[in-house]
């Protein structure tokens, strides 16, 4: 076998490799400077540049040959200079603005957000700046936003807190249309909750005190009950004597035979006479007068006790949700998020209805869902919120298609 021997000379060998990568390093470099064009997109003066971003690099050339060029190659490179509004340590940059001339843009990807100082300034109020970073493969790209102040919207109104400052709310955009437009079905007063309410179906001629009890009494058995039915149990209770010391002395079985049949009346016997009771001893036959306390008693909830306070005490501390209340609220969009609890109703409401109209909403509405806008089959098609209302704009267009197919069906059959 022949044997075939090479003489490589050591110095040959590494001038070679080293001006390889000098060829390398300058035909980058050459590249870089020919897109540093006052045309590019890229260096435009007032935008972060490629240039910027590659400057925490020790090379202008692609990072992975930073271990692999020697020291003095290196040194031959021209350096890219630095940017005196530039942080490397953060990655951002500040710009301070005295005049919005150009909206920042909008569709940007932010992982990290800095906090703005807003600077007043006698032609516009802008951010002094808001840094923000997005990662781009290895590279951890820095820019700065203006932020331009919000405009207010039709939905949104200011309150004054107690230390003086503004804070935005929410409120629904056509609710005072709406209301007006209920009030308007509702002159009639045909709904049973006009004649059959906690205040209606009390004695008001009997002594003060003996009037409240009653009232908190018809609140309590109307809980899951029609109002008709709790009408007529009251006027049993009436002709009974539906006083503290009489209900007392009266016997669970003639108590459940006189409020029979009302919803869970076996329940009601027995929170009615626990109630009772906590009355007579802690309030001299009295009700309480604040809805912490009425909440406190057996069988007695929020809406309850708000209905109490204004209907017995003639004060309104907050607003009295039932079930016709809470359902329309939700169809007719005056809750900013959907609620599933008459409570969280309550809160929603309270949160951005003015405190004028508490106690003008809660009777319209439960009169107008016991005749119009019904759980089951609302009358959508006599309703004057039809078309600004969710719900009636879709029940009208079911009921349009509906309509198209019973015609067709009928021109077939004929």
């Known amino acids: 076998m022949t ?16 001006d390889t990568y000098k060829r390398l390093a300058s035909v980058t470099l050459g590249s870089s400077k020919m897109a540093d064009h006052t045309n590019s997109p890229y260096f435009q003066q007032g935008r972060v540049t490629r240039s910027k971003l590659l400057q925490s690099k020790s090379t202008a050339c692609n990072p992975k040959l930073k271990s692999s060029l020697p020291h003095d190659i290196m040194l031959n490179i021209k350096q890219e200079p630095q940017d005196q509004d530039y942080d490397q340590s953060s990655g951002t940059f500040t710009i301070e603005a005295s005049e ?24 516009a109020v802008v951010t002094k700046t808001e840094c923000k970073s997005r990662k781009r493969g290895k590279q951890t790209i820095g820019y700065e936003q203006l932020q331009i102040k919000s ?25 005072r249309t709406q209301l007006d437009n209920i009030i308007e079905m509702r002159k009639d007063r045909s ?3 006009d004649t059959m309410g906690c205040d209606e179906i009390s004695d008001r001629d009997s002594k003060p005190e003996v009037y ?5 009494l018809s609140l309590m058995l109307s809980s899951q009950t029609k109002d008709q039915v709790t009408s007529a149990a009251i006027s049993r209770l009436r002709a009974h004597g539906c006083t503290v010391e009489n209900i007392l002395k009266t016997s669970d079985e003639q108590l459940g035979k006189l409020i ?40 007695v909830g ?30 007719l969009g005056w809750v900013k998020k959907p609620t599933k609890t008459p409570e ?37 098609g006599i309703c004057l919120n039809q078309q600004i209302c969710s719900v009636g704009r879709a029940n009208m267009k079911m009921s349009k298609v509906k309509i198209k197919h019973e015609g067709m069906k009928i021109k077939e059959e004929s």
């Not at 044997?3 to 080293?18: H, P, Q």
């Not at 329940?267 to 007579?280: E, F, G, P, Q």
């Not at 439960?366 to 759980?375: D, L, N, R, S, W």
């Open 3 to 18: 044997r075939v021997a090479f003489l490589v000379n050591k110095k040959t060998v590494c001038r070679d490799l080293t």
């Open 100 to 123: 919005m001339k150009q909206e920042p843009p909008t569709d940007l990807h932010n992982d990290n957000v800095c906090s703005a100082v807003v600077t007043k300034t006698e032609r």
């Open 151 to 175: 405009e207010e919207t039709d939905s949104d109104f200011h309150i004054k807190l107690e230390n003086g400052q503004k804070k935005t709310k929410w409120e629904p955009s056509n609710w």
């Open 191 to 193: 709904a049973p909750v």
């Open 212 to 216: 409240r009890y009653q009232v908190l």
């Open 260 to 299: 029979y049949p009302v919803g869970f009346w076996k329940k009601k016997v027995i929170y009615i006479k626990k109630t009772t009771t906590i009355l007579r001893d802690d309030y001299n036959s009295d009700i309480p007068k604040t809805v912490e306390d009425l909440c406190k008693l057996p069988g």
């Open 302 to 331: 929020p809406k309850m006790a708000y209905l109490t306070m204004k209907s017995a005490w003639d004060e309104v501390v907050g607003i009295g949700v039932d079930t016709h209340v809470h359902r329309i609220s939700n169809w």
């Open 344 to 380: 969280e109703t309550r809160k929603a409401l309270e949160d951005w209805l003015p405190r004028e109209y508490w106690d003008k909403i809660d009777l319209p509405l439960v009169g107008f869902g016991q005749t119009i806008c019904t759980a089951v089959k609302p009358k959508c």
